[in-house]
C-alpha cells in the first residue's frame, strides 16, 4: 500500500533521514521506533506533503506521492495525526470536525453523525458544543483523530498519539487504534511506547540517526537483544536449553 524507497529529507543542509526504505501493507499497523531526533516525525512529514524529500520515492496505492502538497496527499487517502494535537481551541469541538472535512483540496462543513462519534469517541460525544480548549488531555487526543478521520482515510498517520497521557487514557488510545485498524484502516505508528507498540503493530522497523537499523515483525523485535536492551532498559530473555 506505501512503499519508501531510499527516502532522505533534509532541513537546511543537516540530514535527518538518510535513505530509510519501509513497507506498509494493507491493514497493518506498522511502527516506527526510535529515539527523540532520529527522524521518525520528519518521515511521517514526508509522506503527508509537509516536507519535500530531498531524493527517494514515496510510493502509495502504485504511484509516486513524493513532493505531493499535503491537500493532495489528504485527497489521495493519508491523513496525518500529529504530535501534539493541534487542535483549535477556541472552536468548540463540533467545529474542529467540521473544519477537518477535507475534500479536493479544499475545507467544506459536514456534520458528522453523532451516533458514529459516540461508538468510536464516547467521551466526546456529549462535549460537541463544548470549547476544544476545555478538553483534558485525553479528551484532546481522541479529538485530534476524530478530525482525522473527518477526511475518510485509507491511512492515518499517528505521531506519539499517547504523548503526555496518562497510563489509563493511553491504553484507551491504543484500544482505539486498533479498533481503526479492525474497521480497515492502514496505519503507521510512531510511538515513544515501544512495549506497548510491539504489543499493538504487526511490524516494526528502528530508526537511528535517520536510518533504518533494524526491522521485523514484532515478535521477531522483542527478542532482540539490542532493541530490548537500548528501549526496554531490561536484557533479552535468554533462549531456553532442555539439556539443563
Partial sequence: MLELRRLSVSYGGILAVDEASLEVRPGE???????????????LNAISGIVSPEKGEIIFE????????????????IVQVPEGRMIFGTLSVEENLQVAAH??????LRRRSRSSLRRLFPALADKLDNPAAGLSGGEAQMLALARGLESRPRMLLLDEPSLGLSPKLAEEVFGLIRRLREQGITILLVEQNVRRTLALADRAYVLESGRITLHGSAAELMADE???SNYLGISAPEPSNPDR
Fill in 103 to 108: 475534500q479536493r483540496g479544499r475545507f467544506i
Fill in 226 to 228: 539490542r532493541l530490548v
Fill in 29 to 43: 499497523i506498522v511502527s516506527i521506533i526510535g529515539a527523540n531526533g532520529a527522524g521518525k516525525t520528519s518521515i
Fill in 62 to 77: 502504485g504511484e509516486s506521492i513524493g513532493g505531493l502538497p499535503a491537500h493532495t496527499v489528504v485527497a489521495r487517502g
